[in-house]
């Protein structure tokens, strides 16, 4: 079972800056998918950022140009950087892997870490 810790949440001023990490353990996640994901109050789940095991990434609209995911796969890590925050970014950050679904790996469950809370406010 793979274990996720974030690290990096707080309160910042709008047009402010944070940096979250994931770290994992339990095993390595080269071949992992990593993503963050946020749930504000009174919101649904969203995907903020996505980086798959070649590297390829994506972003959630509301967050694109601002937000972003990096992977240090020797660390076991994987990074949001977040630039020029808006109050709407205000949620519990989650961090995510997705082990690759071959034939052997179909049944190994996706891991989540406790989330960390952002806050964007004056």
């Known amino acids: 079972q793979v274990q996720l810790v974030e690290s990096g949440g707080g309160l910042v001023q709008p047009g402010g800056s944070l940096r979250l990490s994931c770290t994992a353990s339990?095993?390595?996640?080269?071949?992992?998918?990593m993503a963050w994901h946020r749930q504000a109050p009174g919101k649904q789940r969203e995907l903020v950022a996505a980086?798959?095991?070649?590297?390829?990434?994506n972003y959630g609209d509301a967050v694109k140009g601002r937000f972003t995911i990096s992977r240090d796969n020797a660390k076991n890590t994987v990074f949001l950087q977040m630039d020029s925050l808006e109050p709407e970014d205000t949620a519990i950050y989650y961090c995510?892997?997705?082990?690759?679904?071959?034939?052997?790996?179909?049944?190994?469950?996706?891991?989540w870490g406790q989330g960390t809370q952002v806050t964007v406010s004056s």
């Open positions: 339990g095993k390595m996640l080269i071949m992992y998918a």
């Open positions: 995510n892997a997705e082990p690759p679904r071959g034939i052997a790996t179909l049944n190994l469950p996706a891991a």
């Open positions: 980086i798959l095991a070649d590297g390829t990434t």
